[in-house]
């Protein structure tokens, strides 16, 4: 079933797909930026649960699928140039919307000329198995 | 001059730039998303203010040299993936990250299948000149 609102949205500069940007709707903190696809923005908007496209395993991912760790929408935003969507969101499970275990995918600052992880890990990852997360395991 | 911190940075994979997710350091809204190459990265790490990477332009776009409306740096992160940099700003000038004079892109809310303008202008963005902004001008 089309949304209508999904019409207004340009997939096609971003070859189909278009960058989201997931904030938590509580402390505003930046959680995450992933992809949509035109399937992934009408699930989203019809079951209120954040679904993104996965470019690497190339396929719906619906968020907290294998951990638990899933998102309810409280707002979806779009921005001027219609590409880019905002959701603000509840994070459930473990709080943690990075695979890596931390609340935020974004735990590291710009300190002179470095990259320091300045966030503490909420959660180890390993136990949501050994097949998860977006990255191939370690050869 | 090359900045340490740069060389951590994935630029591969989107073809020279990545997403640039800008938000207010005060109220932590979400201003903007925009991108960056590699040079755009180290002009802002070397002078604190926000250089993007105009794709439209195909140059670099040192906000707020039109409006005025720059951004000076509090904090930039990186994400787990390296591909998606986040920026927490000081919004100068008339206080309108949005070329279309929002104080942020995201000004529409998705309400009943429709994106609602929820937000009032700041500005007019007409008062920086016929040739502003990053669309071609109408037909």
């Known amino acids: 079933m089309e949304q209508a609102g999904s019409s207004l949205i340009d997939f096609d500069k971003g070859g189909g797909v ?10 505003g903190r930046l959680l995450m930026v992933a992809y949509m696809n035109r399937e992934a923005f009408e699930e989203t908007a019809r079951t209120g649960r954040a679904c993104y496209f996965s470019r690497s395993r190339n396929r719906l991912w619906r968020k907290g699928e294998e951990s638990g760790n899933h998102q309810t929408v409280r707002e979806m935003r779009l ?61």
């Open 18 to 27: 278009i960058p989201v940007v997931t904030q938590d709707y509580t402390s």
């Open 79 to 139: 921005d001027c140039d219609a590409d880019t969507i905002l959701l603000r969101v509840d994070q459930h499970g473990d709080q943690a919307a990075c695979h890596e275990g931390f609340e935020s995918c974004f735990f590291r600052v710009y300190d002179g000329g470095e990259w320091r992880t300045v966030d503490t890990r909420k959660v180890d990852p390993a136990k949501y198995g050994a097949a998860y997360g977006h990255h191939k395991p370690a050869a």
